[in-house]
């Protein structure tokens, strides 16, 4: 196993040293890992918020009576949500693993109010039907400008129709695409979406993107990412963000990546 912190050492690429504040850590659907949290719940939110994480990511979905409920499938104990009455899903039968009731979109942006430094990496989940996203999109930003939280939410989405959506409702925004398909920022930016927000390998695959990204003013994370070596090496690739399950990890490398630089 390569020593970490001697990687760390080896200087940075001049994407990452380019920009003054430097990496920054999203717990992935919240920091679930916490004691007494789960993923997507309130709690986990919290915890993330506790840690000083720079956002907490989470996955909205639509019931069928029009209910944005936080959640990461398509499905909760079976039932499929854009299926299913919210009255069906919200009750005392069915818990997320931390016993909280799966929460709706506005309970918990009501929560994130107790740390409002912190972003809300709100991804809507879709299977590109223009019909859910004719409700789910606008139910969305509604909500968001409910809560005046406006100036903390990016959203994110492996939708291309959406995205481009959220960027014209709401343009003071970031918007950044999931890759359903791999797009080069160029033609990203061509639609008016902020950012590429891609799975850690395919910067493997393609470091060129990075660069082309900063150059265009478009922000870049990674996703998935928890294991010590692969967050080392994207930051020194040069991304922005970090999604990660393990927040706290990615927290100390990024100190001891920047520590490096100085």
Known sequence: MKNIFLF????????????????????HRGYWKAEGAAQNSIASLLAAG????????????????GILVVNHDFTYHGYKI?????EVL???????????????????????????????????KSEGDPAYE?????????????????????FISFSLSACVEFAKLMPKCRVEYLGEEELAPTELKKMGISGIDYYYPVFDKHPEWIQEAHDLGMIV??????????IVR?????????????????????????????
């Open 8 to 27: 760390l050492l080896m200087g940075c690429t001049l994407a990452a040293c380019s920009k003054p504040a430097g990496p920054q850590v999203v717990a």
């Open 50 to 65: 506790r840690i000083g994480a720079y956002g907490s990511e989470f996955d909205v979905n639509l019931t069928a009576d």
């Open 134 to 154: 004719a409700l789910a999109v606008p139910g969305s930003v509604e909500a968001i400008k409910k809560y005046g939280v406006e100036d903390r939410v990016e």
């Open 90 to 124: 919200h009750n005392d039968t069915l818990r997320l693993s931390n016993g909280e009731l799966i929460p709706t979109l506005d309970e918990y942006l009501e929560a994130s109010l107790q740390y409002p430094e912190m972003k809300l990496v709100f991804e809507l």
């Open 234 to 262: 994207m930051l020194q690739l040069g991304v922005d963000h970090i999604t990660t399950n393990e927040p706290e990890l990615a927290q100390r490398l990024i100190a001891a990546f920047e520590k490096s630089k100085k």
């Open 82 to 86: 854009y299926d299913t009455p919210f």
């Open 221 to 230: 994370n990674a996703w998935t990412v928890n294991q010590e070596e692969d």
